[in-house]
């Protein structure tokens, strides 16, 4: 394993939809992963029909995968996956990353991990008896700046963090556009099939995970409040909350798919004592360091003086951007290499180690469970962290 490529199976991912695509080139990227396999749709047609976009032959397109599982596990060591990629809607993350953990597969697995707490325990219990790989999806840690950023608030240039002002927001469910077709609105606007959380459980997650990523703080309690601007909609398309950190540090999240004209816009301040760091999705390749008694400081991906696990992660010379797809391979890099490390007997290094793992999957689902229980609770001010 460790002196060839990762062979990778895929469940979802059709050519329906958007998110695989992204996967598998990210994947691919380092040129250490090939796709051996997948079961893209439970529509035979959607199925055969991506897989051979893949060139795969029709022998390796499964109609499901609990059939992937069962017939990969019959060829050779040098022919069957090593790792499968799971890129479902919510309420189908659990069964396939269980049972691909029982029958010895490591994973990557979309957010949010799982349709609900009770399943995100469950999935943790699998990972610590199996002992196998986890990786999470939170894609906006896999960014040079990102990295960063993280260092420079971890080695105290900013001084002592006091106020954490994150936001995430889109206006691409401004209208009730899951009525119509040829969009993948449908299944994260009903919660049978995203779960409690709608818009805070799409985006929100994001945004929480990158706070608590860069800060190296986790949230101990918060207020939210949730709703539903779009009439007819079951789920929450707006999400606001106050959030207090652990040493006294607060917070303001917000997240919401109906702000008209927004894009992806991703934006996170943390501020110190000393100075203030600033990252935007949109401009990905510049962290901002703003001082009190100098001008701010601004930091170009790809430039000299930069931490050891910015450098680790940057793909290209100084002016090219570093995007959506480069934060993903960096998780998939990342997460190949802990596997070979492990598959060598060896201890991964922490940069290997730096991917999105269970545990931040277990707190993405607290975090869902918590902003619910506060956001439609009008009698109780503040939730204390479901654990």
Not at 35 to 56: N, W
Not at 358 to 363: A, H, Q
């Amino acid at each position: 394993m460790t002196d060839r490529k990762l062979k990778m199976g895929i469940i979802g991912g059709g050519l329906n939809g958007f998110i695989g695509a992204v996967h598998i080139r990210a994947a691919i990227m380092e040129n250490d992963v090939e796709l051996v396999c997948g079961a893209f749709s439970r529509d035979p047609e959607t199925a055969l029909k991506s897989g051979r976009f893949y060139h795969l032959p029709d022998d390796r397109i499964y109609l499901n995968y609990k059939e992937m599982f069962e017939k990969e596990a019959l060829l050779p060591d040098d022919q069957r996956m090593d790792f499968v990629a799971i890129v479902t809607p919510n309420h189908l993350h659990y069964e396939p990353a269980a049972m691909a953990l029982e029958h010895g597969y490591d994973v990557v697995l979309d957010k949010p991990m799982t349709f609900s707490l009770e399943e995100a325990n469950m999935l943790v219990d699998k990972v610590e008896q199996t002992g196998r790989t986890f990786a999470l999806t939170h894609v906006y840690t896999g960014y040079p700046a990102v990295k960063e950023a993280k260092v420079r608030i971890a080695r105290g240039d900013i001084g002592i963090i006091r106020r954490v002002v994150v936001e995430y927001v889109q206006g691409w469910l401004s209208q009730r556009i899951e009525l119509q077709s040829g969009n993948n609105a449908g299944w994260r606007t009903d919660p049978k099939t995203s779960g409690k959380g709608g818009c805070v459980g799409d985006i929100g997650t994001h945004a929480w995970h990158l706070s608590e990523y860069i800060t190296g703080l986790k949230v101990k309690e918060l207020c939210s409040e949730l709703k539903s601007f779009v009439s007819g909609r079951p789920i929450d398309d707006d999400a606001a909350a106050f959030l207090h950190y652990e040493n006294g540090v607060t917070g303001i999240l917000h997240a919401s798919q109906i702000a008209v004209g927004e894009e992806n816009n991703l934006h996170i301040r943390v501020y110190g004592e000393d100075g203030a760091i600033e990252w935007m999705q949109q401009e990905p390749n510049t962290l901002l360091v703003k001082h009190s008694d100098r001008p701010t400081e601004i930091v170009r991906v790809g430039k000299g003086g930069l931490s050891p696990f910015a450098n680790w992660n940057i793909r290209t010379p100084g002016g090219h951007p570093e995007g959506f797809i480069e934060a993903f391979a960096n998780i998939y890099r990342n997460f190949v290499l802990t596997v070979k490390a492990k598959a060598a007997g060896q201890q991964p290094t922490a940069e290997m180690l730096d991917f999105p793992n269970v545990y931040d999957g277990l707190r993405g689902m607290q975090f869902i469970e918590t902003m619910v229980a506060s956001g439609y609770n009008k009698n109780q001010k503040w939730h204390q962290w479901i654990e």
